[in-house]
């Protein structure tokens, strides 16, 4: 299975069979309900709100961000 990180850089990565790869972007949003935003070259967007929980723009949860 894969694994995803956040690198220092903000680089979202992914991680399979020993090989990274860079996926997406973690950027910040003036927002105080979603300060950050995952988003990639083809531009698709996913709200990242204060408690690391990933959302569509249509409120859907897709997943968490945590601190390993």
């Known amino acids: 299975t ?3 990180y956040v690198t220092t ?3 979202l990565v992914k991680v399979h069979n020993n090989r ?8 910040t949003l003036n927002s105080r309900r979603y300060p950050y ?5 083809a531009n698709t ?3 990242v709100d204060a408690y690391g ?9 897709v997943g968490e ?3 390993v």
Request: charged residues 25%; aromatic residues 6%; hydrophobic residues 40%.
């Open 2 to 4: 894969a694994s995803y």
């Open 9 to 11: 850089r903000y680089n």
């Open 20 to 27: 990274v790869a860079v996926i997406g972007k973690l950027s």
């Open 37 to 41: 935003i995952i988003h990639d070259s």
């Open 45 to 47: 967007q996913l709200l």
């Open 53 to 61: 929980n990933i959302v569509t723009k249509s409120g859907r949860k």
């Open 65 to 67: 961000l945590r601190k």
